[in-house]
Every structure is written in C-alpha cells, then in structure tokens.
C-alpha cells in the first residue's frame, strides 16, 4: 500500500544506508508473495480505507513472522494504514471489526471527521517530529507500547489525548507522512543503527549532509496547519 | 435583487478590482453573496446548454481546447478561461461577459470545475454534457481519498441531463458508466500501444494492477499514435492525421478527450475540416507548457500538481539542452502536503541537474532532488529573486520552470515586468 507518498522513506532508508557504505537488497513484500527468508528492517506504507481491507487476510496470514521477528528486535517502520493494522483491531464507522495482528498494544476507532494537516510533535530521542497527518481512524495506546511523540501542533493519535505514534521494541508506528524520513533523518538513522548492530555488531556511520534536511524541517515548524 | 441591479453592482466591483489589480474571482464572490442564483439564471438560456469539465488534470487544457473546438464550428461560446474553476469564477467570467441587463450571448457554456465546486454547481445548475478526465492522487488533504474525488466526478455525471464522455483509461473514471442510466456515454481513449505511458496511482508502486480481461468499451475517440508532433485519432469511423502545436502525450490525450466532448456536441453537422484545421492550432493554456521569450532565449512554465502530473511532464518535456528550475509552494491551491514529491523520480534530470530551486518549500524540493542524487546549483526560497538569478545565471541557453500552481501565478507576474506575458482576465 503506498498512496501518500511513503516511498520516500524506502528511498531514504535505502540511500542513507548506501551513502553509510553498505550494499542494499531492496525486497517488495505484496499480497500473496512468499515471505523472503532473511529480513535486516520492514517498512509498511499507508493506504485507502479500501486497500486496508484487501491486505488484512494476508497480514494475519505473515502474522506469526512478524511477532518473531520484531521479538528477535528486527527495526520496523509502520505507517497510517499498517500501523493501524500492526495493532488489535481497526473498528469502522458501521460497526464492523477489521482485526489486526496485535503486535502493537493499540485499538482504532473509526471517528467523526479525516484529521488532515501539518502536525509538530516531540520525542526526547528524536526531538522535534515533523509531518503531514491524513486519517479518519482514532486510535488509543495500551499500557505496552509508547507514543512516538507528544503532539506540539496537529491531532495525532485521536485529537485527544496528545499522543503521536507508537514504539515497542524497535518498532516505530506512525500516522505522519511528508515522507515522515527525509525531514526526520534522526529515525532514519535510529533505525539504521539497530539493523546494522544486530547483523554486524557494530555501526561506525559516516557523516551526511543533513543541511537541506535542516532547512526543509525549519520551513515545516512555520507553516499553518 | 433584480437582475440588472446585481449585474450593474457585480461589473462595479470586477472593475474596482481591476484597477487596483487585484484577483480574477473577488468579484464573483461578491455576486455570489448577494444573488446565489446569478449563475444560474444567466446561463439558463443558453440554446446549446451548459457543459462541465471536470478532473484532477488537464481541466484548463481541454476546456480551451472544446472552446476552440467548438468556436470551430460556429458556436458562440462562453467559458471560464482564467482557470479560476471555483464557483465564484464562473460568476467572475460570466460578469465580464454578460451586458448590462444579464443577458449572455453566447450559445454555449464551456465551465472547468473543480470536483469539489463542481458538485454543489450540478446540483443547482444540471449541465447538458459533461466531461470526465481522470482521478488522481491530488489534493488530498482537501479532499481525503482519492476514493472520495471518483465519488464527486460520479455526481456530476449523474445530474447531466444529455451526454457523458469518460476516460477509457483511468479505472475510476469508466467504473462511472456503471451508475448512470439515463445518459449517454461516450468515451475517448488510448490505442493498447500507448496506455503504459499513462500508470495510474495504484500501478505506481508494488504490483502491476491486475488487467481485467473483460473486452473494455468502444470509444468514440481514440489516440492512436504520436510520434513528434504528428497526431493519429479516430473519431468515430474516421481517422484524423494532425500534426499539434502542443507538446507532451498527456495534453496530447487532452486533444482526445476535448474532440470526443466535441463530436457529442454537433454530432453530424460536424465539419472536420474545420476541426482538424482549428485542433493543429490550439497552443497550451496558460502556464501548461507557455513559452515567452526572455533576452532572446525561450522559458517555458510547466504547471506540476501531483506525481502523476510530475512524472508525465517529466517525461513530456525533455531536459537536454535547457536549464530547468523547479518552484514548490504549499498554499492551500497547491495542497499542503508535501509527500507527493517523493512519488516522483528525477532520474531524468541526473545528467543536466537542477539550475534553481524555489518556493515555500524549496527545501523540501532540494531534499527530493539530494535522494535522487541530482546535482543543484542554486536553492532560493524567495521566487522572485530565484526568478531573476535563474534568468541571469543561465541566459544563453532555453529555460523551463516546473511549477506549482500559485508559484505559477507569481512567477507569470514576476515574467510579465520583465517580458510580454498574455493577460489573463
């Protein structure tokens, strides 16, 4: 599922990793493919409400997988669509239950109303955590995972309780998209790090030029919602 | 209010705007305001009806090009031609048209709409004909899903009392036939050799969208081949050999669409010698591939809204040989959101780089071009200084600008101190 534009994360995951000095295998998971025997990171894009429904029956199917491998520390990157079904359930406005894979401690409603906007939040780690939200679904955190970030300006999570996003283990989940990695180079880099240090044990990084990244994330803090 | 009274106050009001140069559309607000049925009354007596365009893009192409089209044939036609396709447009256009008791003369009425401005227009004002380009990823922080644009163009379709031209191509689009029963539908469309120039967002990543292998329907209009500006159509039975004025396969397929719209308004009377000697005519509309000429050198303003705009245009308009400059802004025309830009490759800039880039979100574009690994001279956020510094710094050689649509407004503004730039009103 990629429809706003989460290539970019891929592209910058990928290149940050070239420019680090590592070779990349880049393997497209889809519907229906087998799932490829040795895994260093997995990114997941967002989609229409429509789409969400035609992944689901595979997902639970690769469920299993996913458990061990983020329990084995794999760095995991989950947007909108399938950080929602990276959770309990996503239930939809006429009631219906669209189950997920519980691998995130979180539950989703559907709401009222699509959040839609620039959004801010903060991350103690990360710092300030800029991107571009688009969801109708509400979604709550259980005890087992943490926020992502603390949202500054937006809705984030459910437009109530302040939350952005969610960690457990290295899994990182969010709604932002902008892509959330190009103007965030600090998760890039998180997630980098922990794929390196389990493959190779260590992870000596080289130095990137991050002005642009700077620049782009200063113009972002300024403009309105 | 009567009539006159309105128009009388709503001229007053466009030509205090003009004199302090203000906007196309203040003054169709205004009249919207104080009479909701101005539109409405204004065209209702038109003998040919009303016609609608509407889509993500290509709206301001094609509805020039039904206009001439159509003016071909010895219609009188009124449109919106300033590619202000709020409502408040229409009633802009209309009030430099109309005389001082509100009459129109025209025969028809040519309208672009936005898809969200145009469903709330069908609604009151049900248009005779109407044309159905495509559905795009685009706007969606206006309009949410792309799901929920195919939904507003299916209205419009369903309130047109004649005839409806669908896009073949573009699944959405033809998936609207299935609703509509009282109307005609036509379609234009690509021949088999050329449809893989034109991927649709679900094709863009992951897996090739399945083909069904249900035969798809006759279209009254297909594209057949393009090869340099040498055009091959079939128009119902038969066949138009052209050569275009306009540059780029996706304004190219425009052409189809505006003849297939064409062929359902005059039907037989249609005199296609005319037509085709008025279609080899058409250039760009403004800001779609415009050409002024700066010290001597062309710069040509390529209007990019959403990836798949992008990537046509890129593809369209070949760098060799020129200095491209790249302008992004995120008003709310635009749209805020700046994930589309990573939907987009570059790779075809690689060998000439990037001269300048500009915009609100120049960063963000330069942040782009830096994973594609393109080479950058210069990043300006102000446009008008990046304007005069990719002039000056490239002044032998052709330029081209691909920008978004209000960085397109501003750079025409900055262009016409400097250089003759057609007025639009």
Redesign the interface.
């Given at each position: 599922m990629n429809i706003y534009g989460d290539w970019g994360n891929v592209l910058v995951l990928k290149r940050r990793l070239e420019w680090h000095g590592y070779d990349v295998n880049l393997l497209e998971y889809n519907q229906g493919d087998a799932f490829p025997e040795t895994v260093d990171m997995i990114i997941g894009g967002g989609g229409q409400d429509s789409g969400q429904d035609k992944i689901q029956k595979d997902l639970l199917e690769i469920g299993t997988r996913l458990h061990d491998l983020a329990r084995d520390d794999v760095p995991m990157l989950m947007i909108c669509g399938l950080y929602q079904l990276f959770g309990k359930f996503f239930k939809t406005g006429d009631g219906h239950v669209i189950e997920g894979i519980s691998l995130l401690d979180i539950e989703t409603h559907a709401g009222p109303e699509r959040l839609i906007g620039n959004i801010i939040t903060k991350n103690n780690e990360f710092g300030e955590i800029v991107g571009y939200e688009n969801h109708s679904g509400l979604t709550f955190l259980g005890k087992d995972v943490q926020p992502l970030g603390r949202v500054i300006k937006g809705a984030g999570n459910n437009g109530r309780d302040e939350t952005e996003g969610a960690r457990y283990r290295n899994i990182i989940a969010s709604y932002l998209h902008g892509s959330l990695l190009p103007k965030n180079p600090a998760i890039a880099d998180f997630l980098i790090e922990k794929a390196i240090v389990r493959k190779y044990g260590e992870f000596t990084p080289t130095v990137i030029d991050d002005r642009f990244a700077e620049l782009a994330r200063e113009t972002a803090l300024k403009r309105p919602r | 209010m009567s009539k006159p009274y309105v128009t009388m106050l709503g001229k007053a009001v466009r030509y205090i705007t003009r004199l302090r140069g203000g906007g196309s559309a203040l003054p169709g607000l205004f009249v919207e305001k104080i009479d909701p049925n101005f539109i409405k009354r204004t065209l209702a007596g038109l003998p040919q009806g009303i016609v609608v365009i509407s889509g993500t893009n290509g709206k301001t192409t094609t509805t020039k090009m039904v206009v001439e089209l159509l003016q071909s044939q010895g219609l009188r036609v009124f449109t919106n031609r300033t590619g202000s396709n709020f409502t408040r447009g229409v009633a802009a256009a209309l009030l430099g048209e109309v005389d001082n008791k509100g009459n129109i003369d025209a025969d028809i009425a040519v309208l672009e709409l936005d898809e969200a401005h145009a469903v709330s227009f069908v609604k009151s004002v049900p248009p005779r004909y109407s044309l159905l380009l495509n559905v795009m990823?685009d706007q969606?922080?206006r309009f949410?899903?792309?799901?929920a644009t195919a939904k507003m163009l299916a209205i419009i379709g369903k309130s047109t009392t004649e005839t409806v031209v669908l896009n073949r191509e573009d699944p959405r689009v033809a998936a609207i036939a299935k609703i509509l029963s009282h109307q005609t539908v036509n379609y234009f469309g690509l021949s088999p050799e050329l449809t893989h120039l034109f991927p649709n967002?679900d094709e863009?990543?992951?897996?090739p969208v399945q083909k069904t292998t249900v035969q798809p329907p006759q279209a009254e209009v297909v594209l057949k081949s393009l090869e340099g500006n040498t055009a091959k159509f079939t128009l119902g039975k038969r066949m138009i050999t052209t050569t275009l004025k306009l540059q780029g396969i996706y304004n190219v397929y425009n052409a189809a669409a505006a003849l297939a719209l064409t062929e359902a308004i005059i039907g037989e009377d249609m005199d296609d010698e005319k037509l085709v000697e008025a279609l080899s005519q058409i250039t760009p509309a403004f800001g779609r591939g415009e050409t002024v000429t700066i010290g001597g050198q062309p710069l040509e303003l390529v209007l990019v809204k959403n990836?798949s705009g992008f990537r046509l245009s890129l593809s369209s308009f070949k760098p060799a040989g020129y200095a491209t400059m790249i302008a992004i802004n995120?008003n709310y025309a635009d749209g805020?959101?700046?994930?589309?830009?990573?939907?987009v490759e570059f790779d075809s800039l690689k060998n000439d780089g990037v001269a300048e880039v500009a915009g609100?979100?120049a960063?963000?574009m330069?942040?782009?071009l830096?994973?594609d690994?393109i080479l950058i001279s210069h990043?300006e956020?102000d446009l008008s200084t990046a304007l005069r510094h990719f002039i000056s710094s490239n002044a032998s050689v052709p330029k081209r600008i691909f920008c978004t649509y209000t960085a397109m407004l501003a750079l025409r503004r900055e262009l016409s101190k400097i250089t003759n730039v057609e007025v639009i009103s």
């Open positions: - | 990823r969606l922080d949410g899903e792309i799901d967002d863009m990543r992951g897996k990836p995120d805020r959101d700046m994930s589309w830009l990573w939907d609100v979100r960063y963000d330069a942040l782009r830096q994973y690994e990043v956020p």
